[in-house]
């Protein structure tokens, strides 16, 4: 055992008195590019944005590289009680990076100092060695004309992918998509996904929710289908796309895909 | 600190106090209302084609938000009975006052909240034939009404505090009978404090009103 | 009307009036700085993950959102002595008054700006692992300060109009100066014109600067 990079144990969720996820349980290796696919209401951002603690656990545990997340202070009857410092949850999104759907980019600074953000204020590198580091990853997504535009000035993809710089600048051991080409226009969708790939043929670990069934096909190498808040199946693309044993994945497919497949 | 606290004195004053609490309620009501409908037709004269209404509402407006509320009713009690050669009783004048004073913010929440409007609302009703009269009541008005909703109840909560300056004019409200007792019995500390918690008793529920309003046209958007 | 106007006698008072522009002036400036720092600090408060400094922070925003200014005043110059056992003169009283009642609707124009930003920018700051305080430094306040610039005028505005206030406790400002000029020269009508006319070039012109400000600053 011990070859995953993260781990996920007994997750759930709850908003008020309403349970989003249900039970989750997940090892995932390094290198795997994941894709989480299920309706609305199916918890599959909320499950994404657990990864990274943009939402706090109800219950269960992550690990992230063999450590579990948060300190265990104590129990109440089943329920653990964790505490997760500001500090530890710094300490994971540095190591866990996240796309946005609305890509959640700062207006006031422009496209080069988006990127550099992170790098200055959190890493604490120097303004010239996070220049370049910016400069070069601003290279990778094709924006290096555009280093000094503000966001505003530029179409959805192009935002999507300063996003994708800001996140993957930051080296993360982890990249986390919550349905990055959701908000583009359709025209602007593939130069995004086409982004996306390349990252994924360097080898990162990836997980991303998505509608593009199409694409999800051909990326990842596991699929999780998620159904009311649990993992309903889960297998390789091939699997699940090509013979599901479930029959709610194979309406779910069959009704996402008839355009798209 | 050792001050000899005497709260006695505030529950012997109650019946003093609660006759300023009316006349402070009827001064709110009367102004209100009364602001209403002026605001209404500074407004509607501010949206005229006509050019010299226009300029008239707006300078009204301007002139009545730029002047500090106090001074307005002073000018009314003191300085307009000269101009009219008449007498005012201190109620008349700050109902003229306040009045006046309320009708010029009124009127720019009619006008904001019209002009909010989206023009594709407009463009929409034009599309399927309505009139323009009928799309300004079935279309405009309604919505319109839902966004002023807490702004009005906004300004009623400011119309209750601006009320407390007539008692510059020794209208009996409720600040008034609060400095009257005060000076009467060298209490000023239990009195003065119970004069602020009985207007928090008056307006907050305006306040809490205004909060419902907005958290309604929240989830209505 | 067989009124006979008489704006001379009350202009040769110009020195008066204009001692009392000077005291007007005066508490709206050191109200507007004091102000400014007491409501961060209550801003701070309110939106604070601790509750004991959330909720009293929450009443006293609530206590002078709901209270009329005058009651203040008195408060300050009648109350406050017993209870502090100070001795209360009728500026200070005026500039405690002003400041606590600007400093809960400044608080409130800090407040609203900071929320009016949409959660996607906290959490942008978050998912680089920028901590809470790094985001609202770097992220949330370069761009919340600029929606302050509107409200924070208006605020300002109301308070120098509050002002007024002060001269029911016999400080000299303008409207103060007023009643003096008026009992020396048994002329109201024009004094209180003239006062009236004074407040609206002030105000009126404050408004128009103001305006300008916010559009240079809010248009770059």
């Not at chain 1, 545990?61 to 964790?82: F, M, P, W």
């Not at chain 2, 399927?128 to 909560?157: E, H």
């Amino acid at each position: 055992m011990k070859n995953h990079i993260l781990k996920v144990e007994g997750l759930t969720k709850s908003f008020g008195t309403n349970q989003v996820l249900k039970g989750i349980d997940l090892d995932i290796a390094p290198g795997e590019r994941i894709a989480i696919i299920g309706g609305s209401g199916s918890g599959k951002s909320t499950f994404l944005r657990c990864l990274n603690f943009m939402e706090t656990l109800t219950t269960g545990a992550i690990y992230l590289d063999g450590t579990r997340i948060g300190r265990v202070v104590g129990k109440d009857g089943d329920k653990e009680s964790v505490v997760y410092s500001p500090r530890t949850l710094c300490d994971v999104r540095k190591r866990v990076g996240m796309v946005f759907q609305q890509f959640n980019l700062f207006p006031h600074m422009s496209v080069l100092q988006n990127v550099m953000e992170g790098l200055v204020t959190v890493l604490g590198k120097s303004k010239g060695e996070a220049r370049q580091i910016a400069e070069a990853e601003l290279t990778k997504v094709a924006l290096h004309e555009k280093l000094d535009a503000f966001p505003s000035q530029l179409s959805g993809g192009q935002q999507q992918r300063v996003a994708i710089a800001r996140a993957i600048a930051m080296s993360p051991e982890i990249l986390l998509f919550d349905e990055p080409t959701s908000s583009l226009d359709p025209e602007l969708v593939g130069e995004v996904l086409r982004t996306i790939n390349t990252l994924g043929e360097e080898g990162r670990t990836m997980l991303l929710v998505t509608h593009e069934l199409g694409f999800a096909y051909r990326f990842a190498t596991r699929v999780l289908f998620l159904y009311d808040g649990k993992i309903h199946e889960q297998g390789t693309a091939e699997e699940i796309f090509k013979n599901p044993q479930s029959e709610r994945t194979r309406a779910f497919i069959a009704r996402s895909s008839e355009f798209s497949l | 600190m050792n001050y000899q606290w005497d709260f006695g004195i505030i529950w012997s004053s109650m019946p003093v106090f609660g006759r300023g609490i009316v006349v402070t309620i009827e001064l709110t009501l009367i102004c209100l209302v009364l602001g209403l409908i002026l605001g209404m037709l500074l407004s509607l004269a501010q949206m005229s084609r006509v050019r010299a209404l226009q300029v008239a509402g707006r300078s009204f407006v301007e002139f009545f938000r730029n002047i500090p509320a106090l001074i307005q009713l002073i000018w009314f009690f003191y300085a307009f009975p000269i101009l009219i050669g008449a007498q005012l009783s201190p109620f008349t004048a700050a109902v003229l006052g306040i009045t006046l004073n309320t009708g010029a913010y009124c009127a720019e929440i009619y006008r904001s909240g019209i002009q909010s409007i989206a023009r594709g609302q407009w463009e929409g009703a034009r599309a399927i034939g309505m009139s323009d009269k009928a799309i300004f009541r079935r279309i405009i008005l309604p919505q319109v009404f839902d966004r002023m909703l807490p702004a009005f109840t906004n300004r009623a909560v400011e119309v209750a505090k601006i009320t407390s300056l007539a008692s510059v004019l020794s209208v009996h409200d409720l600040m008034y009978q609060g400095r009257l007792l005060s000076a009467t019995y060298y209490r000023p500390l239990e009195i003065l404090t119970a004069v602020g918690i009985l207007y928090l008793c008056i307006i907050y529920p305006l306040s809490f009103a205004s909060m419902m309003a907005e958290r309604h046209l929240a989830r209505k958007r | 009307m067989a009124y006979e106007w008489d704006f001379g006698v009350v202009l040769a008072q110009w020195p008066l009036f204009l001692k009392g522009l000077g005291g007007t002036l005066l508490i709206a400036a050191i109200s507007i700085g004091l102000g400014v720092i007491l409501g961060a600090i209550i801003a701070t408060g309110r939106m604070s993950r601790l509750a004991w400094l959330r909720i009293p922070a929450g009443i006293y925003v609530d206590f002078y959102r709901n209270t009329p200014g005058i009651v203040h005043f008195f408060w300050f110059y009648y109350a406050l002595p017993i209870v502090a056992d100070i001795r209360m003169g009728p500026l200070e009283a005026a500039v405690l008054a002003l400041t606590t009642q600007s400093a809960s609707f400044y608080c409130e124009v800090f407040r609203g700006a900071i929320l009016s930003l949409p959660k996607g920018q906290w959490e942008g700051g978050a998912a680089i692992g920028m901590t809470r305080f790094q985001t609202l430094r770097r992220v949330i306040l370069p761009q919340a300060a600029l929606r302050m610039v509107g409200p924070f005028i208006e605020r300002t505005f109301e308070l120098i109009k509050t002002t007024s206030l002060a001269s029911t406790l016999a400080y000299g400002e303008l409207l103060y100066s007023a009643t003096q000029i008026s009992a020396q020269t048994y002329r109201p009508m024009e004094v209180y014109t003239v006062v009236a006319l004074i407040y609206f070039c002030l105000l009126f012109t404050f408004s128009l600067l103001a305006r300008r400000v916010e559009r240079r600053l809010t248009h770059v």
